[in-house]
Every structure is written in structure tokens, then in C-alpha cells.
């Protein structure tokens, strides 16, 4: 069973002329990315690709890097009661978690110049 890392990510929405949807990359894993539709999606594609990158490199007897970073991906933040509902209901309509969503918003936000 392979172990667990939590090497870092970064995630960055694609252009139409890129495809669309996410991009995810590991800065620590040169050449480790993937895609997705949806930011899970690419998140979830982006685990699969950071285990087979970890797989193939100690396959060949390649250096593993250890992680460069120690987020926990976690920090918590207040707002109005009124941005809360009407995140909430956005999430609602979306079909998706308060977290989720505005993950979504920030990762747009970081993608833009």
C-alpha cells in the first residue's frame, strides 16, 4: 500500500484555449500535474498523479524530495451573516460544500493577473 504525503499543490483555473477546467501542479514533483473539470475533479486527478509520480521515481531508484511545505490547507475565517447566507445558498444552487465553493472563488482569483 502506498503512503500517504502531502507534498503541496497549487491549482489554477485553464483558459478555454487551454481546455477549460483546472490545472493542478506540484511544485516539489517536477513535471507532476494534472486536470480537471471541476476543481474536485482536479484535485482528485491531481492525488492520482502525485502517487504515480511517487511510484515510477522509486521505481527507476530516482531521489524523492521531501515535501517542501507544511500547510494543513485549513484556516478559518468570519464574515457577515449575510455574506454567509448568501453563500450558503449559492453553495445550495451549485450543488456543492461552503468550502468547495469558495475554494473555487479563490483558486479563480489567483488564477487571474
Same mark, same amino acid.
Given at each position: 500500500? =502506498?503512503?500517504?504525503?502531502?507534498?503541496?499543490? &497549487?491549482?489554477?483555473? /485553464?483558459?478555454?484555449?487551454?481546455?477549460? *477546467?483546472?490545472? @493542478?501542479?506540484?511544485?516539489?514533483?517536477?513535471?507532476?500535474?494534472?486536470?480537471?473539470?471541476?476543481?474536485?475533479? =482536479?484535485?482528485?486527478?491531481?492525488?492520482?498523479? &502525485?502517487?504515480?509520480? /511517487?511510484?515510477?521515481?522509486?521505481?527507476? *531508484?530516482?531521489? @524523492?524530495?521531501?515535501?517542501?511545505?507544511?500547510?494543513?490547507?485549513?484556516?478559518m475565517?468570519?464574515?457577515?451573516?449575510?455574506?454567509?447566507?448568501?453563500?450558503?445558498?449559492?453553495?445550495?444552487?451549485?450543488?456543492?460544500?461552503?468550502?468547495?465553493?469558495?475554494?473555487?472563488f479563490?483558486?479563480?482569483?489567483?488564477?487571474?493577473?
Open positions: 500500500m =502506498a503512503e500517504k504525503t502531502k507534498y503541496p499543490f &497549487e491549482v489554477r483555473p /485553464l483558459a478555454e484555449d487551454e481546455g477549460g *477546467g483546472y490545472l @493542478v501542479t506540484f511544485p516539489d514533483l517536477p513535471g507532476c500535474m494534472s486536470d480537471g473539470a471541476t476543481i474536485e475533479e =482536479a484535485i482528485a486527478n491531481g492525488m492520482e498523479a &502525485e502517487m504515480a509520480w /511517487l511510484e515510477t521515481a522509486r521505481e527507476f *531508484g530516482d531521489a @524523492v524530495p521531501d515535501p517542501g511545505h507544511a500547510y494543513s490547507g485549513k484556516w475565517q468570519r464574515v457577515p451573516k449575510s455574506i454567509h447566507a448568501r453563500l450558503t445558498a449559492r453553495a445550495a444552487q451549485e450543488g456543492v460544500s461552503i468550502n468547495s465553493l469558495v475554494a473555487s479563490i483558486a479563480q482569483g489567483l488564477g487571474q493577473k
